[in-house]
């Protein structure tokens, strides 16, 4: 079974340590990452001998090698034009570094757009800190505003947003504002839509309606890699499956509307038919006789499930 990187259920690392301020308040945190990504990772080798490639840090003018203390950091003014940068004109600038995650307001959280979120990380208590973490959370819980602050971290001062998420602060870093681009310039003008469109286009949106479950949204296209990873692996042919032939385009919008609802309605009616599992014994099976069972169904992000997990789905797919 092809795994990836990172291990479900260790404890993350803390990639910065500081306390939140909040008026005279002082909350000791530990900061980690509250993402994982299940990203595969691939490395350029030489195929005779599997030995990874390195890489040489090229003059583009002259072709050659260049040592390392010849290379500077430069900023391009204007096109062609050069400013050299030392480590000194970096340290001038630098924001100071006071370990504090400052609180500067509390805003409603449906005011921030979500574009501004760039990552999130939890935010922890420090060992001995639990009680003023707490007090800090519940009173966030109660007001239900979300706290805007800045930090510095690794020598870049950020904005940030915290939040309460089942129990524990998240900061999501966010970009500031004039790093957003305005998307007035990329609206459509001068656009008529026909009321009947329209009712049919809401019709469409209603027919997709529903409660949002993470666990519905798979990387389908991770899944693919890891089961041609697995079956290369055993030596297995990888075939490139047929090219399907494209759809004819609908003959106006309205049609296509009309069929787009149809097709939706009906989606949902055929996905409650789907194919049984059989239940009865899943737990004898070894994970190699659950995961080809869990491929035949079809069940999503098998590549990356335990045992148990692959009977779980399978029981659910029944």
């Known amino acids: 079974m092809v795994t990836v990187r990172g291990t479900t259920g260790s404890v993350p690392r803390a990639i910065w340590t500081g306390s939140v301020t909040f008026g ?14 299940r990203k595969l990772h691939f490395h350029y080798v030489h195929a005779p001998d599997s030995s990874r490639i390195g890489y040489e840090k090229i003059c583009k003018a002259e072709g050659k090698p260049v040592p390392d203390d010849e290379i500077v950091k430069a900023f391009e003014y204007e096109k062609g034009e050069y400013v050299f940068m030392t ?4 340290e001038a600038a630098a924001a100071e570094s006071t370990k504090t995650i400052e609180i500067r307001d509390f805003v409603a959280a449906d005011e921030i757009d979500p574009i501004y979120f760039e990552r999130t990380y939890y935010l922890a208590p420090q060992e001995g800190a639990e009680k003023v973490y707490a007090l800090l959370v519940q009173a966030m ?9 800045k930090y510095v971290m690794r020598d870049r001062q950020n904005l940030g947003a915290l939040r309460v998420r089942d129990g524990v602060i998240a900061l999501e870093r966010m970009y500031f504002g004039d790093e957003i681009r305005p998307a007035s310039e990329l609206a459509p003008e001068g656009v008529k839509v026909d009321k009947r469109e329209l009712e049919m286009a809401e019709q469409l949106v209603e027919s997709f309606t529903g409660e949002f479950d993470p666990s519905r949204y798979e990387d ?10 697995r079956a290369k692996r055993k030596g297995e042919e990888v075939h490139v499956p ?8 609908a ?7 009309r069929a787009s609802i149809e097709a939706a309605q009906g989606g949902r009616g055929r996905g409650q038919r789907r194919s ?15 995961y080809e069972r869990a491929k035949e169904l079809d069940v999503k992000g098998r590549a990356d499930m335990s045992k148990d997990e692959l009977v779980e789905a399978l029981e659910a797919a029944a």
């Open 24 to 37: 005279l308040v002082n909350v000791p945190v530990r900061m980690v990452s509250a993402v994982e990504e």
């Open 87 to 90: 480590d000194e004109d970096f």
């Open 141 to 149: 819980e109660r007001s239900g505003l979300v706290a805007i602050a």
């Open 220 to 229: 389908t296209y991770r899944d693919a890699l890891c089961e041609i990873i």
């Open 242 to 249: 047929e090219e399907q032939p494209e759809s004819e385009a």
């Open 251 to 257: 003959p106006d919008l309205l049609t296509a509307l």
């Open 276 to 290: 049984r599992a059989n239940g009865g014994g899943l737990a004898k099976l070894t994970k190699e006789e659950l």
